[in-house]
């Protein structure tokens, strides 16, 4: 039975849609069967894997508005192991049509519940924002990653983020779990990124990854090519530190053990 996680964060450019591309990518790489759900309108991760958002007829949208199979929109990446749902700038309409529907929070939930015999990981990136569709997928989830720049202004947004948290697991979503928190961004010169990262290892403690995503430029280059980093760049410290993110996970949900991941 696969594990559905989120990455979600209310505030944009902390590197969410590049770690779950690179996150989904990495799994796959390590022969995990895959999927990656893009439920934010502005299809990054669909473009990301070498998608065109605007030749979509068929995606997230229409499976949530629709009743459209998802088995129907799901479509294989060129990296093996990695399959897509993918989105187009139509999920903006969903939120809105989501209000009038029963159990608006849990249709997600529903989609997304019977793919888990059929894949390893299901990642879905969220859009930057607390709304529905970032509910439906935090409901239909079993852990959440909150990337976090190590900036210190991407600091202020986490208390809100973890009190919506807490409302989903009091009332929505009670197996809802915290993967952990994912700092994003470091580079080592700066004073301001090594604060940031002592005082959310401090202040969170267990709950933060060992895994570090540190600046670099080939993660940044990789979407214009369509691909992940580790097919752009497989020796570049982006590719490194998502390969090595995937294992952290692999490790904390019992799959492999430490001393397996030390040997690979």
Do not use: W
Not at 4 to 10: C, D, F, H, R, W
Request: aromatic share 6%; charged share 20%; glycine share 6%.
């Amino acid at each position: 039975m696969g594990k559905i996680i989120s990455l979600a964060n209310q505030k944009g450019g902390v590197g969410k849609t590049t770690s779950a591309i690179n996150l989904a990518a990495s799994l796959a790489v390590l022969e995990y069967k895959t999927l990656l759900v893009d439920a934010d309108p502005q299809a990054n991760s669909s473009s990301g894997l070498g998608l065109n958002p605007k030749n979509i007829k068929l995606g997230l949208y229409e499976c949530l508005v629709q009743d459209i199979r998802p088995q129907d929109v799901i479509i294989s990446s060129d990296t093996p192991f990695l399959d897509v749902i993918p989105s187009n700038i139509d999920l903006v309409g969903a939120e809105i049509e989501f209000l009038d529907m029963p159990n608006r929070e849990k249709i997600m939930e529903g989609l997304l519940k019977p793919l888990k015999s059929q894949y390893d990981f299901i990642i879905i990136d969220c859009s930057p924002s607390l709304g529905l569709i970032t509910t439906n997928a935090l409901v239909a989830s079993d852990s959440i990653i909150i990337p976090v720049q190590c900036e210190y202004f991407a600091l202020e947004g986490l208390g809100k983020l973890l009190n919506t948290i807490k409302i989903i697991q009091n009332h929505l979503n009670k197996s809802l779990e915290i993967e952990g928190i994912l700092l994003t961004m470091y580079d080592s010169r700066l004073r301001l990124c090594n604060q940031v990262v002592e005082d959310v290892k401090t202040h969170f403690q267990d709950i933060v990854f060992d895994t570090i995503i540190q600046r670099n430029t080939k993660l940044g280059e990789a979407p214009s090519y369509g691909i992940p980093v580790i097919y752009h760049d497989a020796d570049s410290k982006g590719s490194i530190n998502y390969l090595n993110l995937a294992k952290e996970i692999l490790v904390k949900n019992g799959i492999i053990s430490a001393e397996e991941n030390a040997i690979s």
